[in-house]
């Protein structure tokens, strides 16, 4: 994992001082070496920028910009096989180091732009080929890893964060106050529909996206992959169950690949516990893992997380929240002023001590379970949209009726207790954005827009996971998870983000996924003489949370006065006195206690120097 920054633009419009305090804004990302590389044509120029976290081959022979054969490379990732395609490519080109960096050059030497199609990994790149004259950008499958961009006349700016942007350009971007809204009132699910961002003029590329720039600026953007749905009916359970086991264990040695020490974060639920469990009783691996332990009946996974250090005889770290307002505030500011933006929800708070645990104890990778829910099934959500699917069918009674007696009575949403939801209603979204809650009546000034997702296939079911992977959940989870993992140095890996794995499961008949009240059907078959059964067999989702009263306590009453001060920045969008009457301080619901989170790190980054 690394930063990486870059230009092309006209000649002079940047300083050399600009390239250093950009770099050194890098560090974080890259704590091991920094590197730039600059180069001048008639009336445009060129700059690379690299800080280096040592994962593969720590030798600073891997430091970038990394070149050859005029070619030159920045990278910020992992192609986790390296090693494969190293042992073809080694049949014509001479390798120097071990590093899957050059692996990545001699593959786009030898592939061109489709050297993408050929890696398994996360990445986002840039390539300056001085043969072609062109500076070629790629963004991984899932957009496991960041790039964001400006564009305009005199030039073209690109990082793996926003900040670095603002230090190459020395231009203050202005707030995307749509955006900002969308956050507070329809939630983070409402960010990733487009290629937006908090700031005007600058913009995410999306997954699976190459970019290309030439020295007149001309841009042109290559989608290379889009996930298809192919239905296989002819396929069984147990055929389903050994194949998605196979890949998965293949995909966790894959991005198990380091010369760094490697844990684990561990909720608890099946996604972590099983990729644990493989690691230790599969691969044969010792580990380590790190967990977020919380009081909170609702998010309590002590149990769990007990049953599999019994069961694995594995190192468990165990963090306990700390409701210090004080504390809360002064962390909470930190994270939010580094992450560019507002911290979407509490659980990305909770990461952070996951991040600073993993660091304090010289790990330098952490794996976690992102992916699982979207790619097999995870959210009370995906029963009704199954049932819809299974209407008409020999399955729908049975489904039915293990859906009323198993989840129904676990449910605390009312709109998830409508079993005919999406019989009655395919089109019915209300409960994506939880727009049940009515949060937009203490709106200062916004209007809500009118709800819009992509078009990946005709099942509702699976359509909706995908835009959840793609648009929705996903991406926020791996934003977050990337800067607070960068903010201490650390490699996140999510080896559910597999192009291989989630490909299968789009061949996977909709009646393998759920049964028998049981979300995650496959992967809990998958599973079996593999993970403890009380985890395997747990119906229950308790999800990587925690409530807003777990971390502040609001009887005090200078932390509620600072919260919904009428002079603070957020009240521009948000009716803080009339949210303040609202609320019973002793019994917060679970939709008010992200809003109140939300408007807490709104008001932090409104305050931000990024702004300034």
């Known amino acids: 994992m690394c930063g990486i920054a870059g230009y092309i633009s006209k000649k002079n419009l940047l300083k050399e001082n600009n390239v250093k305090a950009t770099l050194n804004l890098m560090r974080n990302r890259g704590p091991d070496s920094k590197g730039s590389f600059v180069k001048t044509f008639n009336d445009k120029e060129l700059g690379l920028l690299h800080s280096r976290l040592n994962i593969i081959d720590l030798n600073n022979r891997s430091d970038q910009p990394f070149h050859a054969d005029g070619i030159y490379l920045i990278f910020n990732g992992e192609i986790y096989n390296y090693i494969e395609l190293k042992n073809t490519l080694k049949k014509k080109y001479n390798f120097k180091t071990n590093s899957d960096t050059e692996v990545l050059l001699r593959s786009y030497q030898e592939y061109g732009s489709k050297c993408v199609d050929h890696f398994v990994g996360m990445w986002a790149f840039a390539i300056w080929d001085s043969n072609k004259n062109i500076l070629f950008l790629s963004r991984d499958p899932f957009g496991e890893k960041p790039l964001y961009y400006h564009y305009n006349s005199e030039g073209f700016f690109f990082g793996s964060e926003i900040k670095y942007i603002k230090s190459l350009c020395k231009k203050t971007f202005q707030i995307n106050k749509c955006q900002i809204n969308k956050n507070l009132f329809l939630g983070y699910k409402s960010l990733n529909k487009t290629d937006l961002t908090f700031f005007n003029e600058i913009k995410s590329l999306e997954n699976s996206t190459n970019i290309f720039i030439d020295l007149n600026l001309r841009k042109k953007k290559q989608k290379y992959w889009k996930p298809k749905l192919n239905i296989n009916r002819k396929l069984n359970n147990h055929e389903v169950s050994e194949n998605v086991k196979n890949l998965l264990v293949k995909s966790l040695k894959l991005r198990m690949r380091s010369d760094v020490p490697l844990a684990f974060c561990l909720s608890g639920g099946i996604d972590s516990s099983l990729l644990v469990s493989h690691a230790k009783k599969t691969l044969g691996k010792e580990i380590s893992t790190f967990s977020i332990i919380d009081n909170n009946i609702n998010y309590d996974e002590t149990k769990n997380i007990d049953l599999l250090k019994e069961d694995l005889k594995c190192k468990i770290n165990k963090i306990n929240l700390n409701n210090n307002s004080e504390f809360f505030f002064d962390r909470l500011e930190k994270l939010t002023n580094y992450h560019d933006g507002p911290i979407a929800v509490i659980s990305y708070y909770l990461h952070s001590f996951l991040s600073e645990a993993i660091s304090k104890q010289n790990f330098k990778v952490a794996v976690s379970g992102t992916g699982a829910d979207e790619i097999f099934t995870g959210y009370y959500d995906h029963f009704l ?82 835009n959840e992977l793609f648009n929705e959940v996903v991406p926020v989870i791996l934003k977050h998870d990337d800067l607070n993992s960068m903010y201490y140095s650390i490699e996140n890996r999510s080896p559910y983000l597999d192009r291989d794995l989630l490909e299968y499961s789009l061949t996977i008949p909709p009646n393998l996924l759920i049964d028998d009240g049981f979300q995650k059907k496959i992967l809990r078959d998958s599973a079996k003489n593999i993970l403890v059964d009380d985890i395997r067999l747990d119906r229950q989702k308790r999800g990587f949370n925690a409530s807003i009263s777990s971390l502040l306590d609001f009887s005090d009453k200078s932390v509620v006065d600072n919260i919904f001060d009428k002079n603070s920045n957020v009240n521009e969008y948000v009716n803080l006195e009339k949210l303040k009457k609202d609320i019973d301080f002793k019994n917060i619901p679970n939709h008010i206690s992200k809003f109140i989170f939300s408007i807490i790190s709104t008001n932090i980054f409104l305050k931000s120097d990024i702004l300034k």
Do not use: C
Request: aromatic share 14%.
């Open 385 to 466: 949209l199954h049932l819809k699917e299974m209407n008409g069918t020999n399955n729908f009674n049975s489904s039915l009726d293990a859906w009323k007696k198993y989840i129904k009575p676990k449910i605390r949403n009312p709109i998830y207790q409508k079993s005919d939801l999406y019989i009655n209603d395919p089109n019915n979204r209300t409960a994506v954005y939880e727009s049940n809650f009515n949060l937009i009546k203490y709106s200062q000034n916004y209007d809500e827009e009118k709800f819009f997702e992509q078009n990946y296939s005709r099942e509702l079911l699976r359509n909706r996971m995908l």
